[in-house]
């Protein structure tokens, strides 16, 4: 079955500086690939996601990359602020299983 | 709020109670899940549920037995816990099949068992 690895478990950076979290999965027929951030005392948002058929997506500060030859995907967060500092987890759908598989998340804190 | 509604939002219980945790999603959504989030496993999957009917139970012991008496509403009912059963736990819903359009998560119950 599907599995996902992410790294790095944590990540502090300063304020104004660039966050990326990178993922690889396992399954090449999976072919949708979210990223959800968590902050304290919420459930997981979705925040960005992208798909087999596309190499890079961006939603203002945020993009996300997709190599699916080395199976592998990342979130980059520019001009980071310190509301970016959460939990973010990345997943992966379409293989095998029927459910997305999630990765074990990344501690971000954004220092001012 | 994210149209996924999770109650209570914490829960202390004995490990002799019965309890039960309460979702409900007006999304139009017809497929709902369970997850359970600890330290150590941070997402957990525990059931799955397609038009009501369960399509996954990932080993999941038999103290926590789910419920999903319609598309809009699921509950996870509780007995005989045991304090490493404390953690968040989370419901979220998709469309069946179409979990590549993502899945909406609830706030989480936060439970702790004493």
């Known amino acids: 079955g599907e599995n996902v690895e992410q790294h790095p478990s944590t990540l502090s950076v300063q304020e104004g500086d660039s966050a990326v979290i990178k993922c690889t999965y396992s399954d090449s027929a999976s072919n949708y690939f979210p990223w959800y951030k968590q902050e304290l005392g919420k459930g997981p948002q979705l925040i960005i996601d992208?798909?087999?058929?596309?190499g890079e997506k961006k939603d203002q500060r945020i993009a996300v990359t997709l190599n699916k030859t080395a199976k592998h995907f990342s979130l980059h967060i520019t001009e980071t602020q310190p509301e970016d500092s959460a939990v973010y987890f990345c997943?992966?759908?379409?293989?095998?299983?029927?459910?997305?598989?999630f990765g074990k998340g990344t501690k971000l804190s954004v220092k001012p | 709020e994210t149209g996924v509604t999770q109650t209570p939002r914490h829960l202390v219980m004995g490990m002799t109670n019965k309890k039960s945790l309460k979702c409900e999603q007006h999304l139009g959504h017809n497929a709902m899940y369970w997850y359970k989030q600890s330290a150590k496993k941070p997402l957990e999957l525990m059931f799955v549920y397609n038009f009501k009917e369960q399509t996954e139970n990932n080993s999941v012991p038999s103290r926590f037995s789910p419920e999903c008496p319609n598309s809009s509403h699921l509950f996870l009912h509780l007995h005989t816990l045991q304090p490493e059963d404390s953690a968040l736990y989370l419901c979220?819903?998709?469309?069946?099949?179409?979990?590549?359009?993502?899945?909406?998560f609830g706030s989480g119950t936060r439970l702790t068992v004493v």
């Open positions: 992208i798909r087999s058929n596309v």
């Open positions: 979220a819903s998709s469309q069946p099949g179409q979990a590549n359009y993502g899945y909406t």
């Open positions: 997943a992966a759908y379409g293989g095998s299983q029927g459910n997305l598989i």
